[in-house]
């Protein structure tokens, strides 16, 4: 007879995947300018979608344009996906639903709202890593 174990594994994870439904893209300045409705400026806007890949460590935003700032406070609610991505590039953890605490570093969020200041080099401000979301939540 056969039986399945779930046995938690430690895995190095070094970048938070987000896919995530804009409901309002006017939420969010990008270089000191409110954003427009119907044509976003902010980097990586696809659609209703902002897709970001954030390193867990320094909280930078990969391949962000040099010299963008933004500021968001987008309403997401449970209109996105987030991925814990391992140092070879695959998934170790994804959830739907609820923002992550760590997209509203300054607080605030209460699972529905992406609250970020983005410097010019694509650093949030005050990024910390908090992988509880994740906790149980394994593929």
Request: hydrophobic share 35%; glycine share 12%; charged share 25%.
């Amino acid at each position: 007879m056969d039986f399945t174990m779930n046995v938690p594994t430690t895995v190095n994870v070094t970048k938070l995947y987000c896919v995530m439904g804009v409901r309002y893209w006017e939420d969010a300045t990008v270089n000191g300018k409110p954003e427009d409705e119907d044509g976003p400026k902010m980097p990586f806007a696809v659609g209703d979608t902002w897709a970001i890949n954030i390193d867990l460590e320094t909280g930078k935003i990969d391949n962000w344009p040099g010299g963008v700032t933004a500021r968001t406070h987008y309403k997401v609610c449970d209109a996105g996906a987030y991925s814990l991505i391992r140092e070879d590039g695959r998934v170790a953890a994804s959830r739907d639903g609820y923002v992550p605490s760590m997209l509203a570093p300054n607080g605030g969020g209460y699972g529905d709202y992406v609250i970020l200041d983005i410097g010019p080099d694509g650093t949030i401000a005050s990024f910390r890593a908090d992988l509880s979301y994740f906790e149980g939540d394994y593929e």
